[in-house]
């Protein structure tokens, strides 16, 4: 009975000492609702208004699944990578998986529209090419991650842009078409910093000027940045726009014209032509350059689009170039709900110097004549 009521007056001493200090209970505020994001509509879809700022944002960004096949000169297939067993050699697929997020903002200034972009690919897979060389660092037929790279990183105000892009060269241009393989002959390399100014002088007609580092071997080796302008001019019909470069590292000068038609609403072509003087490419480089990266002095590409309906598109591209390399690539395109989208191509390249000893090798082929396949899935959001 001594323990029974010692435990019936300790519950009851708890409950008054609780009840005593509920009195000075802290009261938990009820969490305020909170609202929801604030659209912006000013740049397009997608975009919505950073809490507090003026800013406008968007996040993107696609997934891409890759799967080649064939030679190695159509930049489809794996060739000559070693047998586990025998000690031979086979071919193989090349498989790639991308995913790539883009970033976007802008906001009006009293000096114009700031603007920013961002884009950065996260890679797994291996590489196309002619793996005959078996030497340990040749392992490109190896899937892994490979480097993340940084393909976007600018910022714009008004016309003046600044940051890591792809040099004006290719991207005011226009690029080859709409088709996988669209370097087969190649008419540009990308990557660059740059400070460039874009103007719009009104009835169709833009401009660009841009002073551009280059990238790997075609970096700048002084303080002199090569040099690119373009003009352009279009209307309902389409459009004609040329570009200049001037290589500060060769002192040479190349540029490129194209011409894009608007046949009717299925229906688009475009012919673009380039020509760069080499003599110094010759002497101290490989024939090819940032700004010239195609063989010898001239090539041409040309091509289109045709839509069958909103979901189905053909697209071709023929490409040819004075050291008589013909590249040609086609496929078909559909999209089966909006936003996935798979493109199935056929691709072709004829090597005209591959016996020469002179050869340069852009798109590593083991023979003369290469023809492959691939298929891409991709998803855009």
């Given at each position: 009975m001594n323990i029974k009521s010692l435990l019936l007056g300790s519950a009851a001493a708890l409950i008054a000492v609780s009840g005593a200090r509920a009195a000075d209970a802290v009261v938990?505020?009820?969490?305020?609702?909170?609202?929801?994001?604030?659209?912006?509509?000013?740049?397009?879809?997608?975009?919505?208004?950073?809490?507090?700022?003026?800013?406008?944002?968007?996040i993107g960004g696609y997934l891409r699944y890759d799967m080649g096949v064939g030679d190695s000169g159509s930049l489809d297939g794996a060739n000559n990578?070693?047998?586990?067993?025998?000690?031979?050699?086979?071919?193989?697929?090349?498989?790639?998986?991308?995913?790539?997020?883009?970033?976007?903002?802008?906001?009006?200034?009293?000096?114009?529209?700031?603007?920013?972009?961002?884009?950065?690919?996260?890679?797994f897979g291996n590489s196309s090419g002619d793996y005959t060389d078996q030497t340990p660092a040749n392992n490109g037929w190896q899937a892994g991650n490979k480097t993340?790279?940084?393909?976007?990183?600018?910022?714009?105000?008004?016309?003046?842009?600044?940051?890591?892009?792809?040099?004006?060269y290719d991207q005011f241009i226009g690029y080859a078409?709409?088709?996988?393989?669209?370097?087969?002959?190649?008419?540009?390399?990308k990557d660059t910093n740059l400070i460039s100014y874009y103007f719009d002088a009104g009835s169709g007609f833009t401009g660009v000027v841009s002073l551009e580092e280059g990238t790997a071997v075609n970096t700048i080796d002084s303080y002199v940045p090569h040099v690119v302008g373009?003009?352009?001019?279009?209307?309902?019909?389409?459009?004609?726009?040329?570009?200049?470069?001037?290589?500060?590292?060769?002192?040479?000068?190349?540029?490129?014209?194209?011409?894009?038609?608007?046949?009717?609403?299925?229906?688009?072509?475009?012919?673009?032509?380039?020509?760069g003087t080499n003599d110094n490419i010759n002497d101290f480089g490989t024939g090819r350059t940032q700004y010239k990266p195609w063989g010898g002095n001239w090539a041409v590409w040309g091509g289109g689009t045709y839509k069958f309906n909103e979901k189905t598109s053909f697209n071709a591209q023929i490409s040819y170039d004075d050291w008589k390399n013909l590249g040609v690539a086609a496929n078909v395109a559909y999209?089966?709900?909006?936003?996935?989208?798979?493109?199935?191509?056929?691709?072709?390249?004829?090597?005209?110097?591959?016996?020469?000893?002179?050869?340069?090798?852009?798109?590593?082929?083991?023979?003369?004549?290469?023809v492959g396949g691939i298929v891409r899935f991709q998803r855009n959001f």
């Open positions: 938990v505020a009820e969490p305020e609702p909170a609202g929801y994001v604030k659209i912006c509509d000013v740049y397009g879809a997608g975009y919505f208004y950073i809490p507090g700022t003026e800013t406008c944002l968007r990578v070693p047998d586990h067993m025998d000690g031979g050699t086979n071919d193989t697929w090349y498989k790639n998986m991308r995913f790539t997020l883009r970033t976007y903002t802008g906001q009006e200034t009293e000096l114009g529209t700031l603007k920013t972009f961002t884009e950065t690919r996260f890679q993340t790279t940084l393909n976007f990183a600018w910022i714009q105000l008004g016309g003046l842009r600044v940051g890591k892009d792809e040099t004006v078409g709409n088709v996988i393989q669209d370097t087969l002959i190649p008419y540009g390399v373009g003009l352009k001019y279009k209307g309902d019909w389409g459009a004609i726009t040329g570009v200049v470069a001037y290589d500060s590292n060769y002192e040479e000068v190349a540029g490129k014209v194209r011409l894009d038609v608007n046949v009717s609403k299925e229906l688009t072509l475009f012919v673009m032509g380039g020509y999209t089966i709900v909006p936003g996935f989208t798979v493109t199935t191509e056929v691709d072709y390249l004829n090597a005209g110097k591959f016996d020469d000893f002179d050869f340069n090798n852009w798109t590593k082929a083991d023979k003369k004549s290469s």
